[in-house]
């Protein structure tokens, strides 16, 4: 298992700018591919974006493309998420997770997942 600590929410006005961190500890972090996910209150935890162990491949959730960008240092153990452009519908908490095997987009793609991070934008 691999122990994940998110960080970086809070409140932001719509077309506003956050950057999530996700600090990980406990193996070898850069053998596993990452993802970020969300969940809305009262909606089920979906899929925001995935990135490779080695960081050269990401993809997206359609609803995020071109907005946010996620990204990995393996050297200090952390993965990023870059959201620009935000909307209140991106209120949620958002959780990373590391995964099973690469580009997984369902929950149970991933064996260990952070706390969250609440995030929310006001209009």
């Known amino acids: 298992q691999v122990q994940l600590v998110e960080s970086g929410g809070g409140l932001v006005q719509a077309g506003g700018s956050l950057r999530l961190s996700c600090a990980a500890s406990?193996?070898?972090?850069?053998?596993?591919?990452m993802g970020w996910f969300r969940q809305a209150p009262g909606k089920e935890r979906e899929f925001v974006a995935g990135i490779t162990g080695s960081g050269s491949t990401s993809y997206y959730a359609d609803s995020v493309k071109g907005r946010f960008t996620i990204s990995r240092e393996n050297a200090k153990n952390t993965m990023y998420l870059q959201m620009n452009s935000l909307k209140p519908e991106d209120t949620a908490v958002y959780y990373c997770a590391a995964g099973r095997r690469p580009y997984g987009s369902e929950p149970g793609d991933f064996d260990s997942w952070g706390q969250g991070t609440r995030v929310t934008v006001s209009s």
């Open positions: 406990g193996r070898t972090f850069s053998n596993y591919p």
